[in-house]
């Protein structure tokens, strides 16, 4: 097996349980809404049911559609990213990791979606209980982290590209 895919199944295999043991612990030691500070007026774990995407989206459409369509584009998304992951060579490390930080995070929520038909998030940022963050998780975590490290080397790459072209 290829060095990327061993990588992909330890950094995604982690993500998944490290998320799925947190959401677990948050899920029977939780009533839904309730709410605990950890740090004062900043962080809390709060347990929140999260039925739409990132920041509730499309959580208000017809349960239907929203089923179907949160049942069916994370295989589609996985699928993808192997995809990606096959055409990178195996020492671009960053891009591997990131890869699989956005695999392992789509599969720690996609597990949620099979279960309950909703996400549990708990990780509650707020300033004073009024400027606040919509609450998320672990898999969350990863996702925009692997998203915004694989922006980074986007940008990394172009900018190197620019300097070699106008050097030339």
Avoid: C
């Avoid at 739409?52 to 994370?74: D, K, N, V, W, Y």
């Amino acid at each position: 097996m290829k060095k990327k895919y061993i990588w992909l199944l330890l950094i995604s295999g982690l993500l998944v349980a490290l998320d799925q043991l947190t959401k677990v612990y948050v899920h029977t030691h939780f009533h839904l809404g309730e709410s605990v500070s950890v740090i004062p007026n900043f962080f809390n774990f709060t347990y929140v049911r999260n039925f739409g995407a990132a920041f509730g989206f499309l959580a208000e459409s017809h349960p239907s559609f929203r089923e179907l369509f949160f049942l069916s584009m994370p295989p589609i998304a996985l699928v993808i990213i192997l995809g990606i992951l096959r055409s990178v060579k195996d020492d671009d490390t960053k891009q591997i990791i990131a890869l699989s930080s956005i695999f392992g995070g789509a599969i720690g929520n996609y597990i949620d979606r099979l279960r309950f038909r909703y996400v549990i998030d708990f990780l509650d940022f707020h300033l004073y209980n009024r400027w606040s963050w919509p609450a998320f998780n672990i898999a969350d975590m990863a996702i925009v982290g692997g998203v915004g490290l694989l922006l980074l080397l986007m940008f990394i790459e172009n900018r190197k590209k620019e300097t070699t072209e106008g050097a030339a």
